[in-house]
T-cell receptor, first 110, second 113 residues
């Protein structure tokens, strides 16, 4: 049930944009996005529910395409603080348990 | 709000010993989750409780692993006997209900030698 994330790693210069994709082989009910910095716990960014909505959070936004069974996270005008590993978590039913992808390592350099 | 509290932060134990990890979820959160994180397998869901009742334990690796939630404010994950391949960071997370994100604890880094 683990979703697949791409790319596995990306390096950006400050101010550049990035897109992280998350796809599932099963129909999705909802998607979570988290960021984890080295040695710390994952921190919740946003949740997207079935319905194809898009959400924004400062310069980080996400979309959810239930027909394609995928979600994308958009980071705009990246800052050094955006560095970390990004995880998507997916749920295929109305239950509250989520299965996480393998993560995307994002490094922002000056 | 103190967040999700896990203890201990670090545990080093010898193969064959019993290990107990503890978690206190955020007050009012109905759902509690135990995850294991390794470089090879990423974040794996071990077990999910809702209102103190185990709902999904399909991720528990084998009979050596057990989890309990005797009340709304406490949960344990026990490994008996421990093996070197159990070495990982174990996270506890809680959530108020469906439709909300998880709050993770700081994790317990377990090393079995």
């Amino acid at each position: 049930q683990q979703p697949v994330q791409s790319p596995q790693a990306v390096i950006l210069r400050e101010g550049e944009d990035a897109v992280i994709n998350c796809s599932s082989s099963k129909a999705l009910y909802s998607v979570h996005w988290y960021r984890q910095k080295h040695g710390e716990a994952p921190v919740f960014l946003m949740i997207l529910l079935k319905g194809g909505e898009q959400k924004g959070h400062d310069k980080i936004s996400a979309s959810f395409n239930e027909k394609k069974q995928q979600s994308s996270l958009y980071l705009t005008a990246s800052q050094l603080s955006y560095s970390g590993t990004y995880f998507c978590g997916t749920s295929t039913n109305t239950g509250n348990q989520f299965y996480f992808g393998t993560g995307t390592s994002l490094t922002v350099i000056p | 709000d103190a967040g999700v509290i896990q203890s201990p932060r670090h545990e080093v134990t010898e193969m064959g010993q019993e290990v107990t990890l503890r978690c206190k979820p955020i007050s009012g959160h109905n759902s509690l989750f135990w995850y294991r994180q390794t470089m090879m397998r990423g974040l794996e869901l071990l077990i999910y409780f809702n209102n103190n009742v185990p709902i999904d334990d399909s991720g528990m690796p084998e009979d050596r692993f057990s989890a309990k939630m005797p009340n709304a404010s406490f949960s344990t994950l026990k490994i008996q006997p421990s093996e070197p391949r159990d070495s990982a960071v174990y996270f506890c997370a809680s959530s108020p209900q469906q439709g909300y994100g998880y709050t993770f604890g700081s994790g317990t880094r377990l090393t079995v030698v």
